[in-house]
Each structure stands twice: as structure tokens, then as C-alpha cells.
């Protein structure tokens, strides 16, 4: 499929080469090596194939069918009709990297006002064209920092209430640097203050990390803990909910270094989890410190303005063995995705979609805390996400609720043993009035069971 | 024409989307945290469309033209791939959702892995890397695991051929190790001599394309990974040129211990503008216990009545989680409905045919272009864009000069082992014609390198903007379009 | 390609002038050559701070490359040509004269021993790319 060449074709490129058939290309291929037998299905049409992965397709139970309120990282936003419009454009998703600027200005134009809003929307002064997902994003941000202080800074210190996926792929990451040591204090519940959490930046740190909302709703003011860190020499970074954003105070306010974040809320869906979208920003001045692709604008040489991808030689194309990271892709469609979704939303779009989340929530956490049975866990202010605490294991509770079509919140003992039957629910855009009385049904039925 | 940036044509109190009216009693809004400002553009859903419209027929892309790009094969994107990665039921679905309600994607992720599996010739496949410079990460750190596993912590060095590509050795920085180069000879193989002089215990391995960036498969490719083997290193193999190999040989038979796979290059999921790609890994028998965690598989094997449960599993001693979630499920799909309507006889037919394809255009050109290395290639070639009684002219010039022609230029400038090179992939899905206008205008740019050189220095002519001022934009630094104090 | 006989080079393109104890450091005219435009310069060490021979005393970046500044000597920086971060560019106008990055008191002035003599770095220089 999709190889154009007839018999005649075929035939008149082997002889300017001068060979007699295909096979002969391969001779440099050891004998015994050559041509296996490949033990996968007969290839099918374009029909048979559409059919097949329907079928494939029909076998999931997905939200558009489902009622949902998991979060816990990846979210069940709507996504304009718009959006995916552009990206279909052959232009934008079967172009390259765009190392040759002079044919690439869509592209380049593109990450650079991703560049812009992602810049504007955290409030810091830069942000790159993006990281793989939040996970990476957040990675190469302690990396960043490990290496602005050439390691003589060994520590970093992370919330406990940071995503635990988060913090796996840290731990991955700075299992190659021996002499790095990751501080991820065991107590969570004391530790979720992030003032606390402050306590233990010294002389050795080089970065303190949290999330804003944190991994359990929770909002904390950033401010002291970020001073106090600075007052060490510490950098301090933050990790995002986009979505939040368009209601919340942005971290710069709080005076940090580095913000990174999942950008999937931004017009992504969700797709089993990927591609994602890890966004990043900073500081004028760390700009060579971090890695991933830039976008900076300039003029050719009859004055017109236009984009190239620059500070390329912090990158492994050129720095090779002394790059700050070896990443080599960006998230391309995924950034223009973000891009379409912000520019169509816009100053009000981001604030209506973020206070619609945010009374959802509000309203779903006030009418649980009256169940029999339930409690509301979260204290702090919080934005779309919250903990209650269930009478029954969270997965009893899930299962019957699914059942009757609803997907409920993330079993939180999952991934902590001593969050015993909580669960925390996340509350959208796209729930209605009916959708969270049907959950506030559910969670009432699931006790009698 | 300039297209003018989305703050620039914002107007105040423009509105792109609406949404419903809320429809549950507000809450109390928490002040303290209230932001004030927030200085993102105001557009309607047309000025977003009509801009981005714009952006889009700025841009040179597969579907506009040819795109030779060495080692990024540069396939056609079927649109089939786009209909089945866009289907409800697969969009539509968290990744944290209760496994009994998600088997048609666990079916789709392990279909994959066991098709990369009997493709490559490997025991075991990780989906998880997000990009393959990603995947090379997860096989430095396979290797760094294995070696430490046994004890045997002095292997701190990574034998890096000198026509690499950059990633090999920022990865092996980034994992910890010290990458060592070694030459390649003459012929543009692995310097068999040099090589086993650096092969001692302090070997953690080597890393290997196979073809190389020359696009030459390595005529002593057995006794190099049996010379590494020795030494007790590992063997991975970096498969950004797989295309070539594909249906013709597997890695795996070869004797590499690990490999990534780009699915974004070899299995025709699209590039994006950049991304997103897909690097899964695969690994020998003896490595298989490292992958990164999670991995999918059965958790109950079918019955006479239901077919089996997938789900995922938990490498013994993996290397631990690499990003988010469980990988590119979106560039998995995709990749599987392109593999599914290949079958065995295609894809043995798209490495034949991307290798005659660039053997063609190397026989074609090798009159007008220096070819440093003189023998069949796999798909992809190596030309020197620079003449001795052409002076001034650059690799570089003849790149931007292409432009004019309507043609993407091939890579420039790598790889590092060969002066002012160029590098062409042409891909199986480009026809002769193309093939041969292509080579045409390579042509006719070798003679105006000679005789009219200028044409070449002001190059692109054409295109939507002339060559950029780079050292301004490094200097200036202007790395946003709008600032909020402006 | 300049290559001044009053000074000293070292096989990573530094150059060094000694005036009694005190050297002043430099990249060579090959290597502002090889870098081309030099949009950006780190200092990586500050007044008084003691340095080694090898350690990375700078990093010089361009467009198309980014290099380290490896110290020809070991001792005690005097002082580090700040003024040069607004206007790097000097490092290609005058790399030997404007263009110059640190004034180090030597410790060991036998170290001078193993660097290069113009004549030496020039037939260095033909036999590399």
C-alpha cells in the first residue's frame, strides 16, 4: 500500500542501477538474516481495516457515552469543533520540524504565539514550544536546576502532593545522577503545606517543586514558601493546571522560577493518555538553562518580520554530548492544538470555562458533604478537584456507579494505602446539573448495596 | 505578506466560543487567589479559522511536496490513520478508566507491541516513550539497569560512531555515562580495529544505526555486535532507519539488544510540525524485566466463553515510569492501521522500494555531486553539497536554492563526518517522476553553482520569506509576541 | 588567519599573554572563525575565584555552535571582561586585543611550557576539519 511504482517503473529503475531485482539490493544483508518470514496478518484494505479498528473502538465504553468525574492528570474538557478542523489541514500535520525557517513560517508562527499565551497565561516572561507531557515537563525542570548549579546543589526537594506519576518519572530520570538526591518527605498530610514542605530548602537544594491545585485539589499561597526558598538560594518551581488559570492567580505572582504543566486541558482529548502536551516556562534569565525547542522572532533581509527556532545551540544537534537534555521533539500538533483552543476561547472563553469547573465542583463537594455516609476531606480552598471520604473501598463504590453508566473519581489508595477509601472527584465543564445528581444518586444507592 | 499575530488582530470583548449557562447554584469565589489580569487575545471563531488558515499555506509539508530529509523518512501520512485515531471510542476515553472498560485499546496497544515484536526480532516492547530520542533514554537507562544489576558498576563508557546523530550521545550524558567516539573507515563501517581497542570492562556498550547516517548498512555488522558482546557491552540500536530494514532483516536476529522504533519515521504516523512521534522500545530476552513500567498484557487468558482480560503489568525489575500514562495512544493507533494494511508482503515491499528509490537517485546524481562514499546504499545517500571549482558555494546554498524549485532540501550538515553534507531519503511512497524531478533540478542547481553562484547565496527566491536574520533573533531574544506591559 | 607571535595556544583555541605573573586569556582567531557570529557569552567564574588548568572558565555561543572556554593555566582570577555579555560580538571584531575574557594570576608558570607558539598552532590549525 501507498508505494506508487508499476512493473515498468520498476523495471526501467533496475536497470539505470543495474540490477535485476530487488533482492539484489540487499546482498550486504548476512544470508542467513535475509528475507524472514514475518508471522503477522495478511494486510488488509483500507475497508476491512476501518471496520476492524470500529469494532476495536465500539469495545470501549467512552465518556461520550459515559458520565465522568476522574481526573487525577488528564480531563475531560469539551473541545471546539474548530480546533480539529485545523489540525486536519495536511499543512500543519504532515509538515516537518521547521529547521528550513524560509518554508516553515506557519509552523514557526504557530509555537511562537503558543510561546506567547503560555507566557502570558502563567504570567512569567518566556515559555519554550513545549515538553512531551507534564511528567517530562516537570522532570527537566529539576534537571534544569540541577545542572544551573552545576550539581553542587545535589538536593531537590518535592511536595507529596505532587501527581505520583509526577514523581515516578522524576525518580526515573535522576536515577542516572548518582550524586542527586530527591527529598519527598513521607508524611503527606503535614507536608502538603507547601510553607512547611519550605522548611526543608537549605544551602544544598537546588529546587523546590509543588503543584497549584495539588494532586488533591488542595490551593495553597505560594508566596512564603517561595521566599523562603529564594532566602536559601533555592529556585522554586510550580506545577499547573491550565485550566485553572483562567480563574486563579498565576504563579508569577508568587515570585517563582520555573512553571511547568499538563497542557491536555487545552483542546486535547483525551485519548487513553497520549500524545500530551508538557508546556514550560520561565524567566528571561534561566532562558539558556532549560531545554526543548525556542521560537524567537527576527527579519529576513528585506525587513519582514518573521520566525526561526533559536538558542539551537543549547540543543543536541549541535551541543551533542554537552546538551542540556537530549530532547529532539516537541509536541508540535498538540501545541497548535493548545494554540487554536486559547486564541478561540480567549480572556473570557478561559475565565468562563474555569468558573463553570469551578461552581460544578463547588456545588457537587457542597451537596456530597450532606450525604450520609460521606465527607468532604478537602480544607483548602480548592478549583475542580476535590477528596471526600467514602463509607465503603472507593473501587465498591466506582463499581457500582459504573454500572449505571458514571465513572466516578480516582480511588486514592491507589497510589497511598493510607488514603483508605478516598476518592477524589473532578468536576468539568462538560457535567450538568443532571450528570452530578446522578452521581449524588449513585453515591447514596452504592451504600445499600 | 506578513500574518499578523493572534494578539495583533485581537479586539476587545470579541468572543471565539460560548458556553452553556451555569446550571447549579454559584459558589464564593476564593479572592485571595483571584487573578486579575488575564492578557490573552479576544477573537471570533472566524479570525481564529481565517489565521490559522493563513499560518497553514505558509508552510511546505508532505502533502504540498517532496521531502527528502535524510533519516526522517518522510512518508506519505495515509488519512486512513487520521479516521481511525480520531474514532470516538477511542478519543473519548481516560486513561485511568477501570480496565473492563477500555479492552479495545489494550487490545490495540498489545497488537502493536506484538506486532513490533515479530517485526524487529525482539522478545519485548515498551510503548511508553513519547519520541525517540525518549526511547534512546529508556535504553540507556535498560542498559545502565542490566549492568548494575550484575554488579558490575565500573561500565560507565558508551562507544558513539562519529556519524551519529546528536541524540546518542546527549542521551548517554544525560543517563550518566561518558560517551567515547569511534571512527568509521573508509568504506563507512564501523572501524572494526578501533573498535576493539575500545572495547574493555568498563564498556556499558555501543550504540548503533544500522544503516548508519550515510545510509550504508555496516558490512561487518555481526562481528562488531559479537566484538561488543565479548566485552561483555550491550548492543543498542538507535532505528530511526528502519524503513530500510524492514521485512528484509530484524535487528533482533542480528544480535542488538535493544532498539527504539520511530513510529513517526518507519511506520508512517505524521510529524506534526514537530511532533508528536512515538518511540517505543524493544528489547532481547535478557532485558525484558527492565522496561519501564507499565507495559500491556493478558491478565486472563481466554476462555470457551470470554475472550482474554489485557491489562498492564509490572516489569519485575523495571527502570520505573518515564512519563505519564502508558504512551502515544493516538500515534499507537495509527501506526497499528498502517502496519495492519501492510501485512508481511507490504512491508518488505516499503523497504524495497525506499531502498531502490534512493539507489536510483544516487546513481543520478553521482556525476553532478561528490559521493563520498561509492557503493549501494540502503534508503538514504550522502552527497557533498560543495564543488572545488565551484568557490564560495555551500551545502547550505544549494538547500536554500532547492526551495526555489518547490522542493524541500534534504538534511543539511549531517552527518558530521562528511564535508558540507546532504542527505536524501527520498521514502517508498515518492514515484519515479517525482524522483526524477527532483533530480533535475539538483541538476541544473550543480550547474548554476557553477556559473551563476549568486542565484544560489540569495536563495530562496520563492518562498514566503527570504533567508532569516539568525544571529538577530539569537541576540534580541524576542521570544513572545505580546507582553502584558506593553 | 591571525595568529600574534607574542602569545601562547592551546589545543582547545585559547590564547594566553604573560606579563610577569599575570596571563590574560582569550579564544583564538581560528575559533572565533569556527564559531561565527557570537550572539551570547557565560562567565562561569568571578574575581578572586581560583581556578585550575582545564576547568571551564566560560561558555562562548553562537548560532551555529556553543563552546566551552577551557583556562591554559591554573591560579586566581584578577578580573573577567564583563562589558564583553553586551556586546559578545567582539569576540570576532578582536579576539586578541577587546576580545579578551580573563586576567588570571598564574600559579605555576611552568604550565606556559605545554601551550603552543604561534608558529606551532598555525600548523596546528591546517591539519584540522
Excluded at chain 1, 16 to 42: A, C, M, Q, T, Y
Excluded at chain 1, 65 to 75: D, N, R, V
Excluded at chain 2, 217 to 231: Q, R, S, T, W, Y
Amino acid at each position: 500500500m501507498f508505494i506508487p511504482h508499476t512493473d515498468v517503473e520498476r523495471q526501467e529503475m533496475l536497470k539505470i542501477i543495474g540490477k535485476k531485482d530487488l533482492s539484489e539490493l540487499f546482498n550486504v544483508i548476512p544470508e542467513e538474516f535475509r528475507f524472514p518470514d514475518l508471522d503477522i496478518p495478511h494486510a488488509l484494505s483500507e475497508m476491512e481495516a476501518q471496520q476492524q479498528f470500529s469494532n476495536l473502538a465500539g469495545a470501549n465504553n467512552a465518556c461520550d457515552e459515559m458520565t465522568c468525574f476522574l481526573g487525577a492528570g488528564a480531563y475531560n474538557h469539551y473541545v471546539p469543533a474548530a480546533v480539529d478542523f485545523l489540525l486536519h489541514r495536511g499543512d500543519f500535520f504532515t509538515a516537518y520540524t521547521p529547521y528550513q525557517p524560509e518554508i516553515s513560517q506557519g509552523t514557526l508562527q504557530a509555537i511562537f504565539e503558543f510561546q506567547s499565551l503560555i507566557a502570558n497565561l502563567t504570567g512569567m516572561e518566556i515559555a519554550n514550544a513545549s515538553h512531551y507531557d507534564g511528567a517530562t515537563a516537570a522532570a527537566e525542570a529539576c534537571i534544569s536546576a540541577y545542572h544551573h548549579f552545576r550539581g553542587k546543589r545535589p538536593k531537590l526537594v518535592l511536595s507529596p502532593n505532587l501527581n505520583p506519576q509526577y514523581l515516578e518519572t522524576i525518580h526515573t530520570y535522576f536515577g542516572m545522577l548518582d550524586e542527586s538526591k530527591l527529598v519527598v518527605p513521607e508524611d503527606q498530610m503535614a507536608f502538603s503545606d507547601p510553607n512547611k514542605l519550605a522548611d526543608l530548602v537549605d544551602s544544598e537544594t537546588a529546587l523546590v517543586l509543588v503543584q497549584y491545585p495539588d494532586f488533591l485539589g488542595n490551593i495553597y499561597d505560594l508566596a512564603a514558601m517561595t521566599t523562603k526558598a529564594h532566602e536559601q538560594g533555592a529556585l522554586v518551581a510550580v506545577s499547573v493546571n491550565p485550566i485553572a488559570l483562567g480563574l486563579l492567580k498565576p504563579p508569577a505572582d508568587f515570585g517563582v522560577d520555573f512553571v511547568i504543566g499538563e497542557g491536555q486541558p487545552l483542546g486535547i482529548p483525551m485519548s487513553f493518555g497520549g500524545p500530551y502536551l508538557g508546556f514550560f516556562a520561565t524567566r528571561k534569565e534561566l532562558v539558556r538553562k532549560i531545554s526543548g525547542r525556542i521560537v524567537g522572532e527576527t527579519v529576513d533581509g528585506t525587513g519582514k518580520r518573521g520566525y526561526v527556532l533559536t538558542l539551537t545551540a543549547r540543543e543536541q544537534h549541535i551541543r551533542r554530548d554537552k546538551a542540556t537534555s537530549n530532547i529532539c521533539t516537541n509536541q508540535g500538533l498538540m501545541a497548535l492544538a493548545a494554540t487554536i483552543y486559547m486564541s478561540l476561547l480567549g480572556k473570557s472563553g478561559m475565565r468562563e470555562v474555569a468558573e463553570l469547573c469551578y461552581h460544578k465542583a463547588h456545588y457537587a463537594a457542597q451537596q456530597i458533604a450532606g450525604l450520609k455516609g460521606y465527607k468532604l476531606v478537602t480544607q483548602q480552598p480548592f478549583f475542580n478537584e476535590f477528596v471526600i471520604e467514602c463509607p465503603k473501598n472507593v473501587s465498591v463504590i466506582n463499581q457500582h456507579m459504573l454500572e449505571h453508566g458514571l465513572i466516578g473519581g480516582f480511588d486514592l489508595e491507589k497510589v497511598n494505602p493510607k488514603l483508605k477509601n478516598q476518592m477524589l472527584i473532578t468536576v468539568t465543564e462538560m457535567n450538568s446539573r443532571e450528570e452530578i445528581d446522578l452521581l449524588l444518586d449513585l453515591l447514596e444507592e452504592a451504600l445499600h448495596d | 505578506m506578513t500574518e499578523p499575530t493572534v494578539y495583533e488582530l485581537s479586539s476587545p470583548g470579541r468572543v471565539g466560543i460560548e458556553y452553556a449557562h451555569l446550571d447549579v447554584p454559584p459558589s464564593e469565589l476564593p479572592d485571595a487567589f483571584l487573578r486579575e489580569e488575564l492578557p490573552l487575545p479576544e477573537l471570533s471563531e472566524l479570525d481564529v479559522v481565517r489565521h490559522f488558515t493563513h499560518l497553514s499555506q505558509l508552510n511546505y509539508s508532505i502533502d504540498g511536496g517532496f521531502y527528502p530529509l535524510g533519516s526522517c523518512t518522510m512518508k506519505y501520512n495515509p488519512r486512513i490513520n487520521e479516521v481511525t485515531a480520531r474514532m470516538p471510542g477511542f478519543l473519548k476515553v481516560h486513561p485511568l478508566q477501570p480496565i473492563e472498560t477500555v479492552q479495545g485499546s489494550l487490545v490495540v496497544m498489545y497488537l502493536l507491541q506484538e506486532t513490533l515484536k515479530e517485526i524487529t526480532g525482539f522478545s519485548a516492547v515498551t510503548l511508553q516513550p513519547a519520541a525517540g530520542a525518549h526511547g534512546e533514554l529508556v535504553g540507556s537507562l535498560i542498559m545502565r539497569a542490566y549492568h548494575r544489576s550484575r554488579g558490575d558498576m565500573k561500565r560507565t563508557k558508551v562507544l558513539v560512531p562519529d556519524s551519529a546523530h546528536g541524540t546518542n550521545p546527549a542521551t548517554s550524558s544525560m543517563a550518566g555515562f561518558t560517551p567515547v567516539n569511534v571512527p568509521s573507515d573508509a568504506r563507512g563501517n564501523v572501524d572494526i580495529e578501533k573498535l576493539r581497542e575500545l572495547c574493555d570492562d568498563t564498556l556499558a556498550g555501543l550504540m548503533l544505526t544500522n544503516p548508519n547516517t550515510l545510509g550504508l548498512f555496516d558490512e561487518h555488522v555481526l562481528e562488531v555486535i559479537d566484538i561488543v558482546h565479548k566485552a561483555g557491552g550491550l548492543v543498542y540500536g538507535d532505528g530511526a532507519n528502519l524503513n530500510a530494514l524492514l521485512g528484509v532483516t530484524r535487528p533482533g536476529d542480528l544480535g542488538f539488544d535493544i532498539m527504539h522504533i520511530n513510529l513517526h519515521k518507519t511506520f508512517s504516523t505524521p510529524h506534526g510540525g514537530g511532533g508528536p512521534g512515538s518511540g517505543p522500545v524493544a528489547v532481547a530476552a535478557h532485558l525484558a524485566d527492565f522496561l519501564p513500567d507499565p507495559i500491556v498484557g493478558i491478565l486472563e487468558e481466554a476462555t470457551d466463553e470470554l475472550p482474554p482480560l489485557y491489562g498492564f503489568v509490572h516489569p519485575p525489575q523495571s527502570i520505573g515510569r518515564i512519563k505519564s500514562f502508558h504512551g502515544h495512544f493516538g500515534i499507537i493507533v495509527r501506526a497499528l492501521t498502517y502496519i495492519m494494511m501492510q501485512g508481511p508482503e507490504g512491508l518488505r515491499a516499503v523497504a524495497e522500494h525506499a531502498v531502490l528509490n534512493a539507489n536510483y537517485m544516487m546513481e543520478l546524481l553521482k556525476q553532478d555531486y561528490t559521493l563520498p562514499y561509492d557503493r549501494d546504499c540502503m534508503h538514504e545517500f550522502v552527497l557533498e553539497g560543495v564543488w572545488p571549482d565551484a568557490e564560495g558555494v555551500h551545502a547550505l546554498d544549494v538547500a536554500k536554492r532547492l526551495m526555489d524549485y518547490g522542493m524541500h532540501p534534504p538534511t543539511n550538515y549531517f552527518p558530521l563526518i562528511v564535508n558540507e553534507a546532504l542527505m536524501i531519503e527520498p521514502t517508498e511512497t515518492e514515484s519515479k517522476q517525482t524522483l526524477d524531478i527532483f533530480v533535475d533540478a539538483m541538476k541544473k542547481i550543480a550547474k548554476e553553482a557553477h556559473e551563476q553562484p549568486e542565484l544560489l547565496h540569495e536563495a530562496p527566491h520563492n518562498t514566503p520569506i527570504g533567508r532569516l536574520d539568525e544571529v538577530k533573533a539569537a541576540k534580541d531574544l524576542v521570544l513572545c509576541c505580546w507582553r502584558p506591559e506593553e | 588567519m591571525n595568529t600574534p607571535s607574542n602569545l601562547k595556544y592551546a589545543k582547545t583555541d585559547e590564547w594566553v599573554k604573560l606579563d610577569g605573573s599575570i596571563a590574560t586569556v582569550g579564544v583564538s582567531d581560528y575559533a572565533q572563525d569556527q564559531l561565527s557570529d557570537i550572539v551570547f557569552i557565560e562567565f562561569n567564574r568571578e574575581t578572586d575565584d581560583k581556578v585550575t588548568k582545564g576547568d571551564a572558565l566560560a561558555t562562548i555561543e553562537s548560532v551555529k555552535a556553543a563552546g566551552d572556554v577551557n583556562s591554559p593555566v591554573s591560579g586566581k582570577v584578577l578580573e573577567v571582561n564583563e562589558g564583553l555579555s553586551d556586546i559578545p560580538e567582539t569576540i570576532n571584531d578582536d579576539p586578541y586585543e577587546k576580545g579578551w575574557l580573563y586576567k588570571i594570576e598564574v600559579s605555576d608558570p611552568s604550565e606556559m611550557d605545554e601551550l603552543m607558539d604561534s608558529a606551532a598552532y598555525d600548523k596546528y590549525c591546517e591539519g584540522r576539519h
